[in-house]
Structures are given as C-alpha cells and as structure tokens.
C-alpha cells in the first residue's frame, strides 16, 4: 500500500468554534469536546492527538492468537444443543458468533453499505450530527483515553450512534444522506429486534430460568441503541487503537462486523484472541447487565478493536439495555448458598452514573457494585 504524497491531515472540528448552532451553552461536555474526523485521508504518520501513550498500545507482535470464539448455528437440532452450546461459550468467552440465524444477509451488506457512505461524507455534511451533550439522540462522536495528566488521545475511528428501534419518533433526526439510510436502518432494526429476543430466550434457557426471564428482568422499556463503528487504514496501528478496551454496558450487544477484515479482539485466558470475520454471522457478546443479573456465571468482557495499515473496517453494534430506573440484581433463582449474590441490587441510572464518570479510562462498573465476600 503506497500513502499519496501530500501529508493530509485529518479534519478536526472544534464543535463549539465551528457548530455554533449545535452548540447547548451550559454544556461542560461540549467544551472538553474536539472531534477528529479520521475518514477521507491517508495520513503519512498518525497525528499526536491519535498517538496512545506506551503503556496503552495494543502490542500487535505477540504471538499469533491461536483460538477464534465458538461459532453456533442457530438450526442446529435438537434446540437444547443450541443452548447448551450458548450457555458454555458465555461462561468461558462472553463472546460466541451465530450463523443460520435468519437475517437476509444481503440486508445486513446494506447496513453496512449506508453506514460506509454515511461515514465517507465530507467533513461538512457530517458536521450537523458532532455531539454536543452526552444525551443526544443522534450523534457523531470519537471515543477517547485519557493519557498521563489527563490529556485525551482520541481513538482511530468515528462512530455514529442513535436508537435503531422502533423508529417511528426519531426518523427525522437520522441522515437524508445518504438516501437510502432511514429505511434500511428500519428494516434492520425490526430483525435484529426478533433475533435480539430469541436470543435472550436461548441465554435465559442456559441459564436454566424461563424463556422470558431475562427479558422481563431487563424491562419493560429497553433502551435500543445502535453504534456504527468506522476505521478507517491507519498508517501505524501499533501507535493507537480504533476502539479502546472496554466493556459494553448493555445487558447484550449483536454486531455486525465487515466480511473480510479483522479488527474485534476479545480478552481470553489473558490473551487478545482475534474474532474472525465469519460471512454472514453476528457476533454476539454479554454486556455488563447479564453479567449482574446471572450473578457472573456469564462474563461480559473486555475487547478492543485494533486497526490495520490497509483496509478500513466498518461495524455495528445494537445494544439493548436496561431504563435508566430498572432495578438490576443477581436473579433470585441463582441464588443459592453455593452461589451467594455477588452484587448489590441498583437501579441502572447509579450504574450509568459511575459509567460516566469513568469515562476515558479502562472502566470498572460493575466492579463498584460488587459485595464483598
Ligand atoms: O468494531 C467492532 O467490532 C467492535 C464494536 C464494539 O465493541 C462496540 O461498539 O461496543
Ligand atoms: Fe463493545
């Protein structure tokens, strides 16, 4: 891969120097906010807000990574072999990918299709949806690691999140551009809404409770939101990272990566194991909610996406997550005096909350609402 000759810089925009009509003024978020668009340019060397300080790099010489996570065809029979394969990857990976799960393919490549070209936008036109409260329903924004003396490195990647379903209040606020994005997002929401609910039936069976266990637990009204993730070639991967390690802090996340470029990687036994793209199948990980509520028999774990020098990737991720007032606990019927509760009962705004507050760093929620045994 040969880099044009021109040094381009990426494009940053200060949101509240050059969107003053964007602009909340009592907002504190707004005025720590500087977004760094990373598309459209193919920069010679990474610039210094990308750069992540030595101790954060992702380390991409260690050793090949040896295992991928468990795949599972979702037709398999008998059923209860489904579950029980679900149940054991949860256990031990927190992360399993699905295929034969019924959602046209072909949708999914328009998903990605819209985002792509969403992202691929000029600067300008993407400038309407910069964040500037923590609270938008609809906004562009880069993640960020607060380095040594809390300067903010921003991630090599842009992402773009709002709800994905239903849709029917917020469609006005979605892009125009490209023309295609409100109904496709519309079509993919209502099937990832049928595969999101089959897929916590199959995980409240593993979990040996009633089909609509988890679900009901969750809430009546649960937060749908969606992230496109966009990273775009990096010169040198090895400097930053397009998405930092984290945790997600839904109940459960089913992404959908692009065919044909890796990028996910999954903490297992201490090492990055690379989650490969598989074609057509959703990767499916336990948020920090199912980790609470199946009181840690499923992990919700760490992962990062890393970058490479040629290809860009593109992701989404839909979340579903508890309302902010729902009362979050360890199951009752996992409770026993083998297995004691490990964590306090909260309602899921004090978890937000410390999740905010934990912002830029390798955030430790669920941590803070351990009892100590
Ligand atoms: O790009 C990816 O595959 C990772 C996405 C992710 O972890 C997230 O959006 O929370
Ligand atoms: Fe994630």
Not at 18 to 29: A, G, L, Q, V
Not at 46 to 68: A, F, G, T, W
Not at 83 to 103: P, T
Not at 167 to 189: A, F, K, M, S
């Amino acid at each position: 891969m040969t880099f044009p000759d021109l040094y381009n810089p990426p494009f940053t925009f200060r949101v509240h120097h050059t969107c003053r009509e964007f602009h909340k003024k009592s907002s504190d978020f707004m005025d720590a906010q500087t977004f760094h668009f990373v598309n459209g340019s193919s920069p010679l060397s990474v610039s210094p807000h990308h750069i992540l300080p030595q101790d954060k790099r992702p380390n991409l010489n260690q050793p090949p990574l040896l295992s991928s996570v468990p795949v599972i065809d979702l037709m398999e029979e008998p059923c209860s072999l489904v579950v029980d394969k679900i149940s054991k990857a949860c256990e031990e990976y927190g992360f399993f990918q699905i295929i034969n799960h019924g959602v046209p393919h072909e949708l999914c490549d328009r998903m990605l299709a819209v985002l792509t070209a969403f992202f691929e936008l000029p600067p300008q036109e993407k400038a309407p949806f910069l964040a500037t409260d923590q609270t938008q329903q609809v906004k562009l924004f880069n993640y960020y690691v607060k380095s040594d003396g809390q300067k903010k490195v921003s991630m090599w990647s842009e992402c773009f999140a709002h709800p994905w379903h239903p849709l029917d209040d917020i469609l006005h606020l979605l892009p125009q551009n490209p023309p295609q994005y409100r109904e496709v997002i519309v079509e993919y929401g209502k099937e990832i809404y049928v595969l999101m609910k089959r897929l916590l039936s199959l995980i409240s069976q593993g979990l040996g409770l009633e089909n609509d266990c988890l679900e009901t637990k969750i809430g009546e009204k649960p937060a749908f939101r969606a992230q496109g993730n966009y990273y775009p070639p990096c010169p040198d991967p090895e400097l930053t990272l397009g998405l930092n390690v984290h945790t997600d802090v839904s109940a459960l996340t089913i992404v959908r990566q692009l065919e044909g470029v890796t990028g996910l990687q999954v903490i297992k036994d201490g090492n990055w194991v690379q989650v490969e793209p598989i074609p057509n199948a959703f990767v499916i990980n336990i948020g920090d909610q199912i980790q609470v509520l199946s009181n840690g028999r499923f992990k919700s774990v760490h992962h990062r996406a890393v970058t490479n020098k040629t290809r860009k990737r593109v992701s989404i991720a839909t979340f579903y997550t508890p309302d902010k007032d729902t009362i979050i606990g360890p199951i009752r019927d996992l409770i026993d005096e083998q297995h004691p509760p490990l964590y306090w009962e909260y309602r899921f705004s004090e978890f937000l909350e410390e999740f905010f507050k934990q912002e830029g760093t390798r955030r430790m929620v669920k941590e803070t609402f351990e009892l100590k045994v």
